[in-house]
């Protein structure tokens, strides 16, 4: 007798895998990498690399001392690593760089269950962990092209949030990225090309990006500030696309990612606008990631053929 | 509202071959369960001769279909088999004769009236032949208060490689239009319509000619996604109504009969001969020549593999789509009133599942509206009243949650699973 294989159904499954959903963020992020390699020199993407091999090698070690399932070749950690690299200032020492990449993994994803668990956001929290640990050195901007003037280190300068009106640079410099601010933050040109690449494979939702977006600019009109500067300054783009846009971290339906993101805008505005802080970005996102769940259990979709009443009941 | 669905490959590679008639096998084992319903009981014995078309199992039981012989030849056995349901059920193994002769009492039915209509599709055998299977007499015989007034033709076909109600629109597209034109007369329903998706032109052309001077019938094109041939669906996507949670389709004023269980019943009016015959697709991708077969009820898989025309040794055998359908492990098994199709696949990989990443692609594919992710924690958490809250039995185990998983988790198994867990504490707590 000739005995066949079973399995459940369904039989034929799609292509895609998380790795490659990975894989396609890391290509999304490329292009930033390069832009922010250009503006602010090697040592960015030494930055950048280096916080990857970190995030990599914690969620390998982790996973080995607590003898878990090795989950490295899903390439989240990748992932964090580039976002934590792209996210951090060019001068910042390498030692603490890899502070951050270990709270990243370890603290916020390993500890709460690896891939698909943590509630907040790895790269975001790694980055407000370094914010509130090396407040001066997190804050320390360079240059664009500071590598070019020979024999000078790293300037220290203000972004552009935190700038006079008369010393801000022109809309076409903030497009390009040519201003003062995190590695991967500033060019916008880049960081637009990789959120189309990724709504373009519908790996993200568009809603989030644009809910966030708009968000701060109907707010920032309606408190008279400069829309076009202020959704280009700071880590807006860069969040609303590759932060706010996490799987595990933010709502499941689009009419929850559509709340989430609004209250992103909301709270970034505010803090913007009335907090201590110059940016807000990544404090909107965490706050909002820890309503998360709240949010998914009133924006569940509505069952076909479910009346309200009996769903009361 | 639109209704969530999946893009699907179509892999149609059968759809412009002609149907061809299997070669006769040499016996034929006929289960006496062909659906979901109460098993039959034979009314043969082992050493009696069988002709085509003789009745050779009936019950009692209002869900339920008799059960006639496919072949002419000698009962060498009664039986058990595992049906497709996992449960075990008598089966009449047939040793077929050369000479194949119908049944004496084979004839047209005599039709007057409503309820001899339904008795005719009640001995016909008929159950639904796009794959659930439900006996097509108990679907006609609503009452007549019940608000039914819309006939739905399924032919949306949304699986891949499945082409047999395509064929039955190419090939027998005219019994298809006269049968509608019956069921509509005799059961005074006000109108029909046939639901096509729109990657099968050639069938939606046809029909509307076909069905050009009938005021009362229309063919529906819809669009090439999965699940559009489900129930619940294609009411939603043809007439605009909603079959509400836990009801049957005449709650909407519907009945859904397949397009080619249509074509059966007209040919059971003008012949008189049972349903012991019908077209399956044999394909898959170790197929060098796909086919659409004509083959009797009962004929085991062992007998269409070796009519197929294939590259390599199969390690995968599926019954009906590569979405709902069956793996089976028995190249015994024999092919029941409800297969569409038989397809091959070799080398399977066993694909490892991964920690589930939130990325929503299961919430977006569901027709049903439900949110697969919840409801896979409520199952691993056992929580059967966050099932039901989070209504399970909605699913219909359509696959596509799992199908777009990028973490390969089985997550539409799951929900079966979770569908029983439900049942059984509710029984539990029945029983204090």
Known sequence: ???????????????????????????????????????????????????????????????????????????????????????????????????????????????????????????????????????????????????????????????????????????????????????GETCIAALLLGGIYLISLKLINPVTPVAFIGTVAICTALAGGDVLMEIMSGGLVIGAFFMATDYATTPLTTKGKLIFAIGCGLITFLIREFGTYPEGVSYSILVMNIVTPQIDKFTMNKPFGVKKEAKQK | MKLRTVKLPHFNNAAEIASTEIRLPEKVIISMSQHGGVPCTPLVNVGDTVKTGQLIGISDAVI???????????????????????????????????????????????????????????????????????????????????????????????????????????????KIAAGIRIILEKLGLKRAVIGIEADKPQAIKKMRSLTEKDDNISVASLKSLYPQGAEKVLIYNTTGRVVEAGKLPMAAGCIV???????????????????????????????????????PVGIRIKDILEA??????????????????????????????????????????????????????CVNACSMGL????????????????????????????????????????????????????RQSKEAKLKG
């Open chain 1, 1 to 183: 007798m000739n005995n066949f294989l079973i399995e459940p159904s369904p039989h034929i499954k799609s292509s895609i895998t998380t790795q490659k959903v990975m894989l396609h963020v890391i290509i999304a992020l490329f292009p930033a990498v390069v832009a922010g390699t250009i503006i602010f020199g090697l040592r960015a993407l030494l930055l950048v690399v280096l916080c990857a091999t970190f995030c990599v090698l914690a969620e390998y070690i982790f996973n080995l001392i607590t003898k878990r399932k090795q989950t490295v070749s899903d390439l989240s950690a990748v992932v964090t690593g580039i976002l934590l690299g792209l996210n951090l200032p060019v001068s910042l020492p390498i030692y603490m760089a890899a502070i951050g990449s270990v709270a990243a993994i370890v603290v916020v994803k390993q500890f709460f269950g690896g891939i698909g668990q943590n509630f907040a956001n790895p790269a975001i929290t790694g980055r407000i962990i370094l914010m509130l640990s090396f407040a001066s050195y997190m804050t320390t901007w360079s240059e664009p092209f500071w590598y070019m003037n020979s024999g000078v280190d790293a300037v220290a300068t203000a972004t552009p949030l935190a700038m006079a009106e008369s010393e801000l640079p022109s809309y076409l410099d903030m497009f390009l990225g040519l201003r003062a601010g995190c590695i």
């Open chain 2, 64 to 174: 339920s279909a008799p059960v006639h012989s496919s072949v002419t030849g000698k009962v060498t056995e009664i039986t058990e088999i595992i049906n497709v349901f996992g449960k075990r059920n008598k089966a009449v193994v047939i040793e077929t004769d050369l000479r194949q002769t119908l049944h004496e009492d084979i004839k047209p039915p005599v039709i007057d009236t409503r309820e001899d209509f339904i008795k005719a599709v009640k001995d016909s055998g008929s159950v639904g032949l796009g794959g659930a299977g439900f006996p097509t007499y108990v679907k006609l015989n609503c009452p007549e208060d019940s608000g039914v007034d819309t006939l739905v033709v399924n032919g949306a076909e949304c699986e891949p490689y499945i082409t047999s109600d395509y064929r039955a629109f190419m090939e027998d597209g005219e």
């Open chain 2, 257 to 295: 009969i397949n397009c080619s269980t249509v074509a059966f019943i007209y040919d059971y009016i003008k012949t008189g001969i049972p349903l012991i015959k019908r077209r399956i697709t044999v394909d898959g991708p170790i197929v060098n020549k796909p086919a659409n077969l004509i083959v």
């Open chain 2, 308 to 361: 197929a025309n294939v590259r390599k040794q199969p390690d995968r055998v599926l019954m009906g789509g590569p979405m709902m359908g069956t793996c089976i492990y028995d190249e015994n098994t024999p092919v029941s009133k409800t297969n569409n199709a038989v397809l091959l696949f070799a080398d399977t990989k066993p694909s490892a599942t991964t920690a589930c990443i939130r990325c929503g692609r």
């Open chain 2, 371 to 422: 949110m697969p992710t919840e409801l896979e924690h409520a199952y691993d958490a056992k929580d059967s009243e966050l099932l039901e809250k989070l209504n399970i039995n909605l699913c219909m185990n359509c696959g596509a949650c799992t199908f777009v998983c990028p973490a390969k988790r089985n997550i539409s198994e799951k929900n079966q699973l979770a569908k029983l867990f439900v």
